[in-house]
């Protein structure tokens, strides 16, 4: 499946070290290798632009816009996702839902709490364990820097009886959350065999689709601690990703060329960024 034009732009800037800019030449390229044809992509251009969401200093220049800087941080974090995690002392993080203003607080209101790993315990009452760096105060800052400004209020929770706090732990389906992280590592691993025997072209579009996947899943992930989840299985997948960021990389040479520096494998991540700005 073809990225749509949003996506793939966001998701390419999303590569660049900041402030620096992509020639819209460059952006129609690599749209026409995936799929996406090049008056789609200026139309995206235009709109993206018209939201904030990308810059241009000069005519076809390109770069990520304020508006996009706090969802991308997120998307890119997910090369430190294991330095993120603390010892859990069975505390919870809760956020309780606040009437929003409008559908797009809302909207971004849940996007925030997706990202960050809460899931509803009661009604509009969403937990995740207080087991990342900085605790409650970190995360109300991470949440408000994504857009739910007023619409949460962040605290800690403790003292949960016995049957309550069992509900909180199974909220996340952990058997899934590790047989993703065993097939995220056999795509990646098939892919990396690949890389080498397919033309430049069909390199990069399978980089971007499957380094993609990996960092949609990683960042996607709620980062549970080691007493609900296998956190061995997600630091593998995390040391593969990191592995075939460097293929990946490669791949994309040819396209970015003498002028682009890339900070990462390009990779539409299912559209996340796009998403997480709709």
């Known amino acids: 499946m073809s990225p749509t034009p949003k996506s793939l732009i966001l998701d390419l800037l999303s ?5 620096r800019a992509v020639p819209v030449g460059a952006l129609v390229r690599a749209a026409a290798i995936l799929g996406v044809g090049e ?13 904030g969401l990308v810059d241009s200093d000069e005519r076809g220049l390109y770069r990520m816009g304020a508006a996009a800087h706090a969802v ?4 890119r974090s997910w090369r430190r ?4 995690g603390r010892e859990w002392d069975g505390t919870w ?7 929003p203003r409008d559908r797009s607080v809302a909207r971004r209101r849940a996007t925030a709490l997706r990202l960050l790993g809460f899931r509803a315990l009661s009604g509009p009452l969403h937990v995740r364990p207080d087991n990342l760096v900085g605790g ?3 995360l109300r800052a991470r949440l408000g820097a994504l857009g739910s400004g007023s619409a949460l209020l962040v605290f800690e929770l403790s003292g949960l009886d016995a049957t309550s706090d069992a509900r909180a732990r199974a909220l996340w389906n952990v058997s899934e959350l590790e047989r993703g992280y065993e097939d995220g ?8 065999a690949r890389l080498p025997a397919l033309s430049p072209d069909a390199a990069m579009a399978e980089s971007f689709r499957v380094g993609g996947e990996a960092v949609r899943r990683i960042v996607l992930d709620p980062l ?3 007493p609900i989840v296998d956190t061995r299985k997600r630091s593998a997948l995390v040391e593969t990703m990191q592995r075939y960021d460097l293929l990946g990389r490669r791949c994309w040479e040819r396209w970015a060329g003498d002028t682009i520096e890339l900070e990462q494998t390009p990779g539409d991540g299912s559209g996340l960024a796009a998403a997480a700005l709709a």
């Open 15 to 19: 590569t660049l070290p900041a402030r």
């Open 185 to 192: 590592i056999a795509s990646l691993e098939a892919s990396a």
């Open 39 to 51: 008056n789609s992509v200026r139309v995206a251009l235009a709109r993206l632009r018209a939201r």
């Open 224 to 226: 549970l601690p080691a």
């Open 81 to 84: 996702v294991e330095d993120e």
């Open 72 to 75: 991308n941080r997120q998307v």
């Open 93 to 99: 993080a809760a956020a309780q839902e606040l009437r």
């Open 136 to 138: 409650v105060a970190a």
